[in-house]
């Protein structure tokens, strides 16, 4: 299996590098809003800033995402269907869409920090947290892209089913920014990261064990 998630995560990427399109879209939209934000605001509060900073990268996260399945024929994921496991196709799809959030993120704190400031003083823990936060915004926005992709309004299906999923995971991940924020090291944060984790590999086991049958119908 491991295997096939490599060959699909091979091809993804090649597929990325084709068409600029989609990412450059992407990294426009996060460029703007932080530069827009700048020139309304030029200062933030700390608490602010938190909030911003996760009402940006959760847009870029919808746009990124939603393409997983929504934007492919069916012509094209029957041919996928052919040469890769469902356990393996949805990994992979979570995997990419991981590693492609990771980056955009990346991104975004370090155009906030260059134009809003960067008030993180725990910058490792807050690195770890979003990367364990792209990982459970990307398995919750691929999943739901995945059973939206038979309706008929899938964008918005999409955006219904992902709310209460991803709520969690932002509710963590912004209590995490405010610790990191203030300094706080200890337990608490420990203990919120352990959450985000408990999160993540409940969200990846429910993908491989029920997409196989969503993949069916």
């Known amino acids: 299996m491991w295997k096939e998630i490599w060959s699909f995560l091979k091809f993804e990427f090649k597929s990325e590098l084709r068409g600029k399109n989609t990412l450059y879209g992407i990294l426009l939209y996060l460029i703007s809003s932080v530069y827009v934000s700048y020139l309304a605001f030029m200062k933030l509060e700390n608490d602010t800033w938190a909030a ?17 399945f929504i934007h492919n024929t069916s012509g094209k994921l029957l041919y ?5 496991s469902p356990q393996a196709l949805i990994l992979a799809k979570i995997i990419y869409n991981s590693l492609l959030l990771s980056v955009l993120s990346i991104i975004s704190v370090t155009f906030f920090g260059l134009l809003l400031g960067l008030p993180i003083q725990n ?3 807050f690195l770890i947290a979003l990367i ?3 990982i459970g915004i990307a398995g919750s926005l691929t999943m739901t892209s995945a059973i939206s992709f038979r309706a ?6 999409m955006a219904v089913l992902s709310f209460p999923l991803l ?3 932002l509710s963590m991940e912004l209590k995490i920014t405010k610790l990191c924020i203030d300094g706080i ?8 990261i352990l959450t985000i984790c408990s999160i993540d590999a409940i969200m ?3 993908a491989y064990l029920l997409f196989p049958y969503l993949w069916r119908e």
Do not use: D, E, R
């Open 52 to 68: 911003l900073f996760w009402i940006v990268l959760m847009f870029g996260a919808t746009n990124a995402v939603s393409k997983s």
């Open 80 to 84: 996928t269907a052919s040469l890769i």
């Open 123 to 125: 910058i490792a823990l």
């Open 132 to 134: 364990l936060g792209c």
């Open 152 to 157: 008929t309004n899938q964008i918005a299906l």
């Open 167 to 169: 709520l969690p995971i």
């Open 185 to 192: 090291v200890g337990t608490l944060v420990t203990k919120n």
């Open 204 to 206: 990846m086991a429910l």
